[in-house]
């Protein structure tokens, strides 16, 4: 009977923990599981009756009352993790760390997977054995976490010959994004790469963007160091078809033109092509001027016409050579508030630059930014044919120089009659019977906004400087702030920035003695004195 008294509730915890354990690992021995769990709970109770004298006594003792308290504490922080471990799953919430955040989305990528109208499913064809799966399981775990609209799954070719030929993949590391009936795969593991291909599957259709040729510019098919071939390529990365476009025998713009590039032209625009480019911007269009200096192109008249102001300089900038370039390859490293602008923090290089300014007088309703500014220790050279360049006080302009405008205007463009589209824009009138009297009404015209952007230099696209820092990227943020497609992005690929420290034998001799010997000792010794005092009470 003392041997029940005294060890009963050692047996019943022990019958308790048996229990569990056969739940948790046997769980077709459920019902001994619930015989034995319902002993351990009829022995608790058997030594509490057994022993309810001397848990009276002990219930007035003051270590009971200090041991009840630690009780309480550890039940209540137990309490406050279950709540917020239950508040943290239905509320997924997560944090980047790092410095460079090389965990998280880009900004620009979120706002492609927040802005998502339809379902996205993305089958990622990966074998087990693939050593790219987890960096592309870990990047479509970041997307899905910014929209319920995003759907994933991996699939092992090996194991899944049927998908693998429903879906044509004849390469390893395949990922294939749909959309409603449209398709778009890649072969990569790029933030870039995936969040363009999501941009193309769920685009109603592509925009064309077109280059102007006939005039000496550099081609879009050159892949050579001045050919814009890799403008080219970014472009239709990110969803956009590119052609060539020759204005000399046109008279009008192509109907499905987006935006018209002028890549530096060499000789000048014919007048036939100046009016038809100013009729386009009449009618609601987009251009990007980019112009060099030294270069007779008949753009200075046109777009002064406009409150943009083409100087017949050269930049010069101090700064470029302690980046690597020279005194003629200013870099720009601030930039004005606009929306091409936000969240830029690249420098860009434009090798042999013109400045470009804003006029005092500009047209009615003309909105017109600075984009890029080089820094105080340069200046625009007015002198082109001096063998030695210097800045000549009261000649020359000091700096800092604009290197880029972009201008925005609201124009009414004129409806046109469906019996009469072959007459040319005409207003379109309606007869509307009021009263038994005709009265006839003018039709107000639909209200666009014609947008263009000017450069002083071309070079800076060109297969040669492209991918130098952000020029592509601010090029590309420009083209799409025309086109009026924020969302179509250029991503800077993520680094990770070394962090390691040195250290001597001595401190890191010092330190593990720290944390093997000392810090697990002192936690030892204080839990023995405080064990050793409210043992003594």
């Given at each position: 009977m003392n041997w029940l008294k005294n060890y009963l509730n050692y047996l019943s915890l022990g019958l308790l923990a048996l229990a569990i354990v056969i739940l948790t690992v046997w769980p077709q021995y459920r019902t001994a599981a619930w015989i034995i769990g319902a002993t351990g709970l009829v022995a608790i109770a058997v030594y509490i009756i057994l022993n309810l004298t001397e848990l009276k006594e002990g219930l007035k003792r003051r270590s009971f009352i200090y041991s009840s308290n630690m009780l309480l504490v550890i039940v209540?922080?137990?309490?406050?993790?279950?709540?917020?471990?239950?508040l943290l799953a239905r509320h997924h919430y997560r944090v980047d760390f790092t410095a460079s955040k090389i965990h998280s989305l880009s900004e620009q990528s979120v706002s492609v997977v927040?802005?998502?109208?339809?379902e996205v499913v993305i089958r990622a064809f990966f074998r087990d054995s693939n050593v790219s799966r987890q960096a592309m399981e870990n990047l479509l775990r970041n997307y899905a976490y910014h929209s319920s609209r995003l759907k994933y799954e991996f699939i092992d070719p090996d194991k899944n010959p049927g998908l693998v030929k429903?879906?044509?993949?004849?390469q390893d590391g395949t990922t294939v994004f749909e959309c409603g009936d449209k398709e778009n795969r890649i072969t990569t593991t790029s933030e870039e790469d995936i969040t363009n291909a999501l941009i193309k599957v769920t685009r109603a259709s592509k925009k064309v963007i077109y280059f102007l040729e006939g005039h000496g510019e550099n081609s879009i098919d050159d892949s050579g160091d001045v050919g814009y071939s890799t403008a080219k390529t970014e472009l239709e990365k990110i969803g956009y078809e590119v052609k060539k476009l020759s204005l000399a025998l046109a008279d009008h713009f192509p109907k499905d033109c987006a935006l018209l590039i002028v890549p530096g032209p060499r000789k000048g625009l014919l007048p036939n092509e100046l009016e038809t480019l100013k009729n386009y911007l009449k009618g609601g269009g987009r251009v990007f001027f980019l112009v060099d200096p030294e270069t007779s192109s008949g753009l200075e008249t046109f777009l002064a016409d406009y409150g943009i102001k083409l100087e017949n300089d050269l930049?010069?900038?101090?700064?470029?050579?302690?980046?690597g370039g020279d005194y003629f390859m200013p870099v720009v490293t601030e930039y004005q508030s606009h929306d091409?602008?936000?969240?830029?923090?690249?420098?860009?290089?434009?090798?042999?630059?013109r400045s470009v300014e804003i006029s005092e007088t500009r047209p009615e309703g003309m909105t017109l930014s600075s984009l890029a500014r080089t820094s105080a220790n340069s200046w625009a050279e007015k002198q082109l044919d001096k063998a030695e360049v210097t800045f000549d006080q009261g000649k020359?302009?000091?700096?800092?120089?604009?290197?880029?405008?972009?201008g925005s205007q609201k124009v009414e463009v004129k409806e046109e009659e469906e019996e009469k589209k072959s007459e040319g824009n005409k207003e379109k009138t309606e007869q509307v019977e009021q009263g038994g009297e005709t009265k006839k009404f003018e039709t107000s015209g639909i209200s666009r906004e014609a947008r263009l952007a000017v450069f002083g230099d071309s070079d800076f696209i060109t297969n040669r400087y492209y991918n130098l820092s952000g020029n592509g990227n601010f090029f590309l943020n420009t083209v799409n702030w025309l086109t009026e497609e924020a969302d179509l992005i250029s991503i800077q690929p993520r680094t990770r920035t070394p962090r390691s420290i040195s250290l001597t034998p001595s401190q890191g001799r010092f330190l593990m003695f720290l944390s093997v010997v000392l810090l697990p000792v002192g936690v030892l010794a204080a839990?023995?004195?405080?064990?050793?005092?409210?043992?003594?009470?």
């Open positions: 209540l922080v137990l309490a406050i993790l279950v709540v917020l471990n239950f927040k802005n998502l109208k339809q429903k879906y044509d993949i004849t930049v010069v900038d101090t700064v470029s050579r302690l980046l091409i602008t936000k969240n830029f923090r690249y420098a860009t290089f434009f090798p042999l630059a020359d302009r000091p700096g800092p120089i604009t290197l880029a405008v972009v839990g023995l004195s405080i064990w050793l005092r409210r043992r003594s009470l």
